[in-house]
């Protein structure tokens, strides 16, 4: 061991790839021989730091545990794969209880910072020796926190990608509300993705349910742009070629302002003002009329009924 | 590849069967011109349920279709554009006019009944 130093601090000129992987395996025996000392340095320092308030002080030393043999485990094989793995493992069950990039962020660095500051006792007699230390460490440790960070973020995007899509499902049904006539109420901002989206379950449904009358519901719509507009007009032209007429109701005055100020051609739609409005001349368009029953008794009662 | 013209009462129907070049569509322009004055036919169905795409030739030539046999005193229906047909077309910028359209044969029949019923009772 100790010739083996002298040789290394002989040769810190010019460092060999042989004696880097011989520090490497120092560093990694080292970082084992002291685990229990320095994850429990380290878990203190993330209830110190009030990091991970989410969890419980067991949970974060369970986990401690295991980002500290995963950590010894990368510098010794240089293999970031398990890490990888394990990062999206960890990121999966704490995303949801509301950790946030910062904490996770913070207690890998914490993690890095022990491991260092051990190693500056270790070699504090050594400055040379430990300057080459630190020149393996701190690559690999800065790998691993990198590793972990996106690991974590990716993990995160594939969340909000799952729910996009969840919500995209969930944001345009087309319903029928009489043999001919569906409806297609639409909520929340438009994007040209979901105006296409929009436009294909449409027609789709046009085909499926023989419908010659369509109502599309914009009430709940805040904003439109020319896009978005434009792309309404194309909808009402092709499920006009399927042989539908579309009526848009529910068009707010601050649409209908935009709408004229960007001077988009909306003359070959049919509009009306709200969703009654709409069904009601829908019903006019095939030919249906709602007939109120009169019994003569209790009027209050029957129109629940007839509808 | 001929697109027969089958005769239904006072309505003439042409079905296409598989893709069609550009002289099979001006061929079927023609015929049914010419048919319809033969048979004293009132409308025309055209269906294109089996087309996948639709050029810009094609919609032209049914738009000059439906104004021939205009002319010729008879009201034409385009019936069967499948759902990705008719975005493609409004994505292209294609249009038919004024020409009308339905879903499928079915409701063509349906609205020519109605078209010509009412023009008929106008005409008296």
Redesign the interface.
């Given at each position: 061991m100790r010739s083996n130093e002298g040789r290394l601090t002989d040769s810190a000129v010019q460092p060999s790839s042989e004696s880097t992987s011989g520090l490497l395996q120092e560093l990694v025996a080292h970082l084992r021989e002291n685990r229990t000392q320095l994850r429990e340095d380290w878990a203190r320092r993330i209830t110190e730091s009030r990091l991970l308030t989410a969890m419980t002080r067991e949970e974060i030393f369970a986990e401690a545990t295991a980002v500290y043999d995963n950590y010894v485990t990368v510098l010794e094989t240089g293999s970031v794969e398990a890490l990888e793995a394990y990062a999206r493992d960890l990121s999966e069950r704490i995303i949801p209880r509301g950790v946030e990039v910062h904490e996770l962020l913070g207690i890998v660095l914490l993690l890095r910072d022990v491991l260092a500051r051990s190693l500056f006792v270790k070699y504090q007699s050594k400055l040379p020796l430990l300057s080459r230390v630190l020149d393996v460490y701190e690559p690999a440790a800065n790998g691993i926190a990198t590793t972990v960070a996106v690991g974590f973020v990716q993990e995160r995007e594939r969340i909000i990608r799952q729910q996009q899509e969840a919500i995209r499902e969930l944001s345009t049904p087309v319903l029928q509300v009489r043999e001919r006539l569906l409806i297609l109420p639409i909520i929340g901002v438009i994007d040209p993705q979901r105006a296409r989206q929009i436009?294909?379950q449409l027609?789709?449904g046009?085909?499926a349910n023989?419908?010659?009358v369509v109502v599309i519901d914009i009430t709940g719509v805040p904003t439109v742009d020319s896009t978005v507009a434009n792309h309404m007009v194309?909808?009402v032209?092709?499920?006009?070629?399927?042989?539908?007429t579309v009526i848009v109701t529910g068009l707010s005055s601050e649409i209908a302002q935009t709408l004229v100020t960007i001077g988009v051609d909306l003359s070959r739609m049919r509009t009306v003002g709200d969703l009654q409005g709409g069904i009601e001349e829908a019903e006019r368009l095939l030919g249906y009329k709602v007939i109120r029953e009169e019994t003569g008794e209790e009027p209050e009662e029957e129109p629940e009924a007839t509808i | 590849m001929l697109v027969p013209i089958l005769k239904q009462g006072d309505f003439l129907i042409a079905t296409i069967q598989s893709a069609l070049t550009d002289d099979d569509l001006l061929r079927l322009r023609d015929d049914l011109a010419e048919q319809v004055g033969r048979y004293r036919s009132r409308g025309v169905i055209v269906d294109v349920t089996v087309l996948d795409v639709m050029d810009s030739f094609a919609a032209r030539t049914l738009r000059a279709l439906a104004h021939m046999v205009g002319l010729r005193g008879a009201r034409t229906v385009i019936v069967g554009i499948q759902p990705e047909v008719a975005f493609a077309m409004v994505q292209l910028g294609l249009t038919l006019g004024d020409v009308e359209t339905a879903l499928d044969l079915e409701e063509g029949l349906e609205l020519l009944h109605k078209r010509t019923k009412r023009s008929a009772s106008r005409g008296r």
């Amino acid at each position: 061991m100790r010739s083996n130093e002298g040789r290394l601090t002989d040769s810190a000129v010019q460092p060999s790839s042989e004696s880097t992987s011989g520090l490497l395996q120092e560093l990694v025996a080292h970082l084992r021989e002291n685990r229990t000392q320095l994850r429990e340095d380290w878990a203190r320092r993330i209830t110190e730091s009030r990091l991970l308030t989410a969890m419980t002080r067991e949970e974060i030393f369970a986990e401690a545990t295991a980002v500290y043999d995963n950590y010894v485990t990368v510098l010794e094989t240089g293999s970031v794969e398990a890490l990888e793995a394990y990062a999206r493992d960890l990121s999966e069950r704490i995303i949801p209880r509301g950790v946030e990039v910062h904490e996770l962020l913070g207690i890998v660095l914490l993690l890095r910072d022990v491991l260092a500051r051990s190693l500056f006792v270790k070699y504090q007699s050594k400055l040379p020796l430990l300057s080459r230390v630190l020149d393996v460490y701190e690559p690999a440790a800065n790998g691993i926190a990198t590793t972990v960070a996106v690991g974590f973020v990716q993990e995160r995007e594939r969340i909000i990608r799952q729910q996009q899509e969840a919500i995209r499902e969930l944001s345009t049904p087309v319903l029928q509300v009489r043999e001919r006539l569906l409806i297609l109420p639409i909520i929340g901002v438009i994007d040209p993705q979901r105006a296409r989206q929009i436009t294909e379950q449409l027609l789709r449904g046009i085909r499926a349910n023989r419908a010659k009358v369509v109502v599309i519901d914009i009430t709940g719509v805040p904003t439109v742009d020319s896009t978005v507009a434009n792309h309404m007009v194309q909808t009402v032209d092709a499920s006009r070629l399927m042989g539908a007429t579309v009526i848009v109701t529910g068009l707010s005055s601050e649409i209908a302002q935009t709408l004229v100020t960007i001077g988009v051609d909306l003359s070959r739609m049919r509009t009306v003002g709200d969703l009654q409005g709409g069904i009601e001349e829908a019903e006019r368009l095939l030919g249906y009329k709602v007939i109120r029953e009169e019994t003569g008794e209790e009027p209050e009662e029957e129109p629940e009924a007839t509808i | 590849m001929l697109v027969p013209i089958l005769k239904q009462g006072d309505f003439l129907i042409a079905t296409i069967q598989s893709a069609l070049t550009d002289d099979d569509l001006l061929r079927l322009r023609d015929d049914l011109a010419e048919q319809v004055g033969r048979y004293r036919s009132r409308g025309v169905i055209v269906d294109v349920t089996v087309l996948d795409v639709m050029d810009s030739f094609a919609a032209r030539t049914l738009r000059a279709l439906a104004h021939m046999v205009g002319l010729r005193g008879a009201r034409t229906v385009i019936v069967g554009i499948q759902p990705e047909v008719a975005f493609a077309m409004v994505q292209l910028g294609l249009t038919l006019g004024d020409v009308e359209t339905a879903l499928d044969l079915e409701e063509g029949l349906e609205l020519l009944h109605k078209r010509t019923k009412r023009s008929a009772s106008r005409g008296r």
